[in-house]
């Protein structure tokens, strides 16, 4: 599966299990903030992604950089992944 599947995959099971309202059509240019995920909301989605994907980028980072859209989301796990290989 692709990556960025996986991810919309894994946001939609959580947004249902977190009890959140996703927007529709979520785009790259999708502000997170703006997708009905709320904090509680991403920190299981960045939870669930380590336990599916081996990885947690934020952890991993040497300065701390906080994607604003959805696009930058999928961006930092490709590049971790990558780094993770």
């Given amino acids: 599966m692709e990556l960025e599947q996986r991810i919309r995959q894994t946001l939609a099971q959580v ?3 977190a009890n959140c309202q ?3 059509n979520i785009t790259d240019d ?3 903030l703006q997708s009905g995920l709320d904090s509680l909301g991403f920190a ?3 939870a669930q992604l380590e336990e599916d994907l ?3 980028p934020f952890s991993q980072m040497q300065i701390a950089v906080y994607p604003s859209t959805f ?3 999928v961006s930092i796990y490709r590049q971790a992944l ?3 290989s």
Avoid: S
């Fill in 71 to 73: 696009g930058e989301f």
């Fill in 22 to 24: 996703l927007t529709d």
């Fill in 54 to 56: 081996g990885i947690d």
């Fill in 30 to 32: 999708t502000v997170l």
């Fill in 82 to 84: 990558v780094q993770a």
């Fill in 44 to 46: 299981m989605l960045v």
């Fill in 15 to 17: 947004a249902i299990i």
